[in-house]
């Protein structure tokens, strides 16, 4: 009987701790199997500096508390472990991590570098003579891994963004005749416009123009289609992605904004977006930027999320008893309306380094809207509520315990 | 049988509707004594201007939805009325209006500037000999009304901001070992430390420094508080008050950002803050502005303000039914724990004009957080959850036909 390690990978969600959850209480159902799930403290660095959490001190009542919980419960990290050939001494490391602790199963809660590391320890484990099962748990808010459905995290957010979308439109409706007419909400999404898409979600009485990093912004042409609609409408919404660019590639962001000091560019692409309107325009506007709010929103996560979370955490380790190996549990669409899936599998090697982008169709011709088709895609992933319980008005999130195991081996500099 | 005239004023809140709800279910059941009300569009515009909607034209089912639907269902504006001396006309054609349309009740939902608007039109009406019985209904977010115990509107901005700060500080408590160890939220308040106060209500455990308008910015105190915390817990959170400002008076937001073309400031509080912080301690920063999201967010809406909002609005309807003139009905706490209040009444001629401060025994000594007094004052504003009902995956938001009532008079300029 061997133990398992669970990390998580890179930045945290509102459900990364539902697929956290979702691993444990599926590993403990499976005691005559699996001993202990160790976490790694802060991510893959817990298991290479041998910082292990161990999960069994933790109460049922706790772990099943993480399905309600944001953030990474064991902690994360951005560390991306080098090429075998750069640093193999980093994945021989982890292997003799694992085995010092008797690890057979390796579960790998993240995003494309993540399915990448997982690759490779399962690959090297092999010719190391040490046998790991290495299976990847999707999780990304950036929607960019390959053979899923979507990927836990950014139904959550993308309901964040399309319920704050419609709210602000709302405030801004009833005050436009006589004060502000423009609002721009700055989102995430540096690669990819997915999260800016869920601003397209809100019904089409709303007036909403998105900019995304996939289409160079044209001011000419953006601040012709704002003016259009502050005429129809009265106001305008704008949904501006992180990663919008300038024609010549330097993001919206970056607009050489300088402070007293000459510091660069304290402000994100939405202050310089209300400000390009109100020059041209002169309209009254207000902005905001929502930053780790969206992702951290647990408590307007959508249900579809929560569920399939869970569900990806449970089948990596039922995929692991059925003994299979460089895998990765996906959640297969099989119907849009009602909303349906189901739990499919894809090879590590097909997920390793592959992005998902945003398909262009997706993307209305003006630039600035989606199509029915992302529409089609869109809706099911934010439906459905799944609110936590809560205490004294706030959420009753949980703190793990994180009780650490005594080390054996020396350490590692990280 | 006189109809009445209600009318939204100012910012609008998560809240404001369940006034209105309140005013006009409360209304329809006195069919015997309050013929039809008539809504202001876009605030008092709407009665200067004679445009007024028929909210007999609104079912009872869309009547109930503004319970749930956040923003301004009629429309608001920032219009404020001169002194008397200085526009009687306008005070004028006011009555002209209600007496063209037979109304002999006014209700009017707002902040300390409408409270004054609804004590003069009762005074003049009297002077003018065409009774109107004005009765003010609280609202604002700034929560500086006099005479109640809080304003509908603060308790559920206050809800999102401790929300948010909770899961923002939970998202970088798990990535600080090795990533972002700084999240500034900005928070709304330009006078009053009402809102950033909120962000004090999360758990000890969270590290959470807020700068309140009330307090002079001392950076060397505020950075010295931020390396005290990174150093005990990893991470600090800071909630920044829009109205916060530098020993001189100058707004931190203020503080000469410029553009390529020497545009002036285009970002707020929160990117300042967190620069000063990054360049002091080298820390890696995230900041959010929320803005019009956090009085918008209606998903997030504290039950008690929700139940309040509406109370105030029907208290109205029966204080006018009781011959009140010159008066609002106030919230009045009678116990805090477990929170319970009932509905009073305060005369206009004690609460127009009268700013209620925040009390500066609620800040803590050091300036950067709240007292026990101000936990217990606040913490009953933020209990219990109303949420909205959802389809499709978002809130089921009603949104008024708005009906306009045939002109009888001139027209009028404002």
């Not at 701790?17 to 893959?44: F, L, M, P």
């Not at 380790?317 to 299979?324: D, F, P, Q, S």
């Amino acid at each position: 009987m061997k133990n398992a390690f669970y990390a998580q990978s890179g930045g945290v969600t509102a459900v990364i701790n539902a697929s956290a959850c979702g691993v444990i209480e599926t590993a403990r159902k499976h005691s005559d199997k699996i001993g202990t799930v160790y976490a790694g403290q802060n991510g893959i660095i817990g298991a290479l500096t041998e910082n292990l959490i161990d999960t069994s001190k933790e109460s049922d009542a706790d772990i099943s508390a993480l399905k309600h919980t944001p953030s990474g419960g064991f902690g994360s990290c951005r560390y991306k472990m080098k090429s075998l050939e750069d640093n193999k001494a980093e994945y021989e490391r982890l292997i003799e991590v694992f085995k010092a602790h008797d690890i057979g199963y390796f579960f790998y809660n993240g995003g494309g570098d993540s399915a990448d590391t997982c690759l490779k320890v399962s690959q090297l484990s092999e010719s190391m003579g040490y046998p790991i099962q290495a299976i990847h748990v999707p999780k990304t808010v950036d929607n960019d891994l390959p053979v899923t459905d979507n990927c836990p995290g950014f139904g959550s957010v993308a309901k964040y963004i399309a319920v704050s979308t419609m709210e602000a439109s709302f405030d801004v409706a009833s005050m436009c005749a006589t004060s502000t007419k423009i609002f721009v909400l700055e989102v995430m999404g540096r690669h990819a416009g997915w999260i800016a898409a869920a601003g397209g979600l809100v019904d089409d009485s709303i007036p909403v123009v998105i900019l995304f990093p996939e289409v160079d912004f044209d001011e000419k042409k953006f601040l012709a289609k704002v003016d259009a609609n502050v005429k129809e409408f009265g106001y305008c919404t704008v949904v501006v992605s992180e990663g919008t660019k300038w024609a010549d590639g330097r993001f919206l962001a970056e607009q050489g904004t300088r402070d007293d000091f000459g510091h660069a560019q304290l402000g994100g692409a939405a202050p310089v977006v209300a400000n390009l309107i109100k020059d041209a325009l002169g309209h009254k506007y207000h902005w905001a930027v929502a930053d780790y709010l969206q992702r951290a929103a647990r408590h307007l996560s959508s249900k579809s999320d929560v569920e399939q979370a869970y569900a990806l955490g449970e089948a990596a380790v039922n995929l692991a008893m059925e003994g299979k190996n460089s895998v990765m549990p996906a959640v297969i669409r099989t119907s849009n309306n009602p909303y349906t899936w189901e739990i499919g599998m894809g090879e590590l090697k097909d997920i390793a380094n592959v992005e998902k982008m945003m398909p262009m169709n997706y993307i209305s011709d003006d630039g600035f809207g989606i199509t029915a088709a992302c529409r089609e895609y869109l809706q099911p992933l934010i439906e459905g509520e799944d609110y936590p319980p809560y205490k004294n008005g706030l959420p009753d999130y949980v703190v793990m315990k994180k009780e650490m195991v005594e080390k054996k081996l020396p350490s590692f500099e990280v």
